[in-house]
């Protein structure tokens, strides 16, 4: 079946540090969408990157999209202890297919 | 913004016996839903797409006749988990999307199922 690899497993860092989580698809997107979900929560949709090579932001997160629309990456800035949880990726196949997600953890 | 209501929220039943989870989209119509499988720190697992007024479409490895969808409205699916086991239990989630609003898949806040 289709599948988004995404890197790292886990990520643990201290407040104020910065933190990277990368998507990768063996075939190419028509979409790609970027969730958070907290522990105990469901996921939340996050941003939606359609064009190849896409930049956008959302105060201190930036996503990505790659030119050749196989992968995407979340940066976050600055991180907070609000920004603990798992980020995942979607990737658009004509239905979501979601990667393993990177488990976030910031500590104060 | 869309909302998706889930229910019920958490069950615990006894092996054999079939339980329903509802999916409900509040403020939008929804020809297509999406249920989900996670298991604990794991990622979720495209069970099946529901169609609206037609069968679901079951990803591989999926057990249509154990996992029973119906999609009778544009702003309910339900998944039946029929017979369950214990190996059934996990946290189910579905999800659907505005495409009037052209907004991401909302999901709905996800059903534990216990089976003991």
């Known amino acids: 079946g289709q599948q988004v690899m995404q890197i790292p497993q886990y990520q643990h860092v201290q407040e104020g540090e910065d933190f990277t989580t990368y998507c990768n698809s063996s075939?190419?997107?028509?979409?790609i969408q970027w969730y958070k979900q907290r522990p105990g929560g469901h996921p939340v949709f996050l941003i939606q990157?359609?064009?190849?090579?896409e930049v956008k932001k959302q105060k201190r997160l930036t996503f990505q999209f790659g030119e050749a629309k196989k992968n995407s990456s979340l940066h976050i800035t600055a991180t907070q202890t609000t920004d603990v949880g798992t980020y995942f990726c979607?990737?658009?196949?004509?239905?979501?297919?979601f990667g393993s997600g990177t488990k976030l953890n910031v500590k104060p | 913004g869309a909302v998706v209501s889930q229910h019920p929220s958490w069950v615990i039943c006894k092996s054999g016996t079939s339980v329903k989870i509802e999916c409900r989209s509040l403020?939008?119509?929804?020809?297509?839903m999406f249920w989900y499988r996670q298991f604990p720190k794991q990622s979720l697992m495209l069970m099946a797409t529901?169609?609206?007024?037609?069968?679901?479409?079951?990803e591989q490895g999926v057990e249509k006749d154990k996992f029973l969808i119906n999609h009778a409205s544009l702003t309910l699916s339900t998944l039946t988990v029929t017979s369950a086991h214990p190996e059934d239990s996990s946290f189910y989630i579905c999800?659907?999307?505005?495409?009037?609003?052209?907004?991401?898949?909302?999901f709905g806040s996800g059903t534990r199922l216990t089976v003991v």
């Open positions: 403020d939008f119509q929804a020809t297509t």
């Open positions: 075939t190419t997107l028509s979409n």
């Open positions: 979607a990737g658009d196949f004509n239905k979501f297919y």
């Open positions: 529901s169609n609206e007024g037609s069968k679901a479409t079951y």
């Open positions: 990157l359609v064009k190849s090579g």
């Open positions: 999800s659907a999307r505005d495409t009037v609003a052209n907004y991401g898949y909302t």
